[in-house]
């Protein structure tokens, strides 16, 4: 039986705003507390404070400590990550300044899985280059990759693989599609679940093949193809995991898209 994958578009607009908080008559806070909610990905756990949801007061430096599985590497501190000393170290600190989500992110010794010839970033390489040549087609200036975009790309790609959902929510601990926008930009985000073998049994689709696949459903589909063709995007992130669920590998995509509006 055929498996057709599966599409998602969001867009964000970024937009000043203010907030408020009291503050005592010299101008210092009053005595305020935060929680502090920690999460892990697969391949490890956070032992110190452990992994749940924690109150400090403001100003507490707490300690953090990761810890990878046999076969693991701990890889980063992700989430609202402003007031971590070092997000690529597994031992830390954190400062309660607000209320906070993080997560450890760890990475096993081999990403890709049995039976596929390609790796997780080359089908990310593929995908711009598929996208920059409809953009091509179409006279608008080709997107250029953005580190900041594709951290969260892949970020967003590993969380949707490791709970089988294909969603534009976040999860906890993970930044939000808006992070670090500046006044005046646009974001748009596309993503899809392909299947990297059509039929089981079967044999596994190629590079060319599952890329064109993603490619192609986005350009069948009006919102997502809007966002391929918008003219005001200039930047573009993907990132890719792969999720092994039961008969099928699936390749969980996620490509986001920036620039002025």
Wanted: glycine share 10%.
């Amino acid at each position: 039986m055929k498996r057709i994958g599966s599409l998602l578009i969001a867009t964000a607009l970024i937009v000043a705003m203010a907030g408020c908080s009291g503050v005592s008559p010299s101008g210092g806070h009053i005595g305020e507390s935060y929680t502090l909610s920690i999460t892990s990905s697969a391949g490890g756990s956070v032992t110190n404070p452990g992994e749940g949801t924690f109150t400090y007061a403001e100003g507490a430096v707490v300690n953090l400590l990761a810890e990878p599985a046999e076969g693991y590497e701990f890889v980063n501190w992700t989430g609202d990550v402003g007031t971590i000393t070092n997000v690529n170290a597994a031992s830390t600190t954190i400062i309660a300044s607000a209320s906070y989500s993080i997560r450890a992110n760890f990475s096993g010794n081999s990403t890709v899985p049995v039976g596929i010839n390609y790796t997780a970033a080359e089908v990310e390489e593929l995908i711009i280059v598929l996208v920059n040549d409809e953009r091509q087609q179409y006279d608008l200036t080709t997107l250029s990759e953005d580190a900041l975009l594709t951290d969260l790309a892949r970020e967003h790609s590993a969380y949707m693989a490791e709970n089988h959902l294909l969603t534009h929510e976040r999860f906890p601990g993970e930044r939000p599609l808006s992070y670090n926008m500046s006044p005046g930009t646009m974001r748009g985000e596309n993503l899809a679940k392909i299947p990297t073998r059509q039929y089981i049994p079967g044999p596994y689709l190629s590079l060319q093949e599952v890329c064109e696949w993603a490619v192609s459903g986005w350009m069948d589909s009006p919102g997502h193809r809007d966002n391929i063709l918008e003219p005001n995007f200039n930047e573009t992130g993907v990132g890719v995991s792969f999720s092994d669920e039961g008969d099928f590998i699936y390749l969980y995509i996620t490509q986001i898209f920036e620039g002025d509006y």
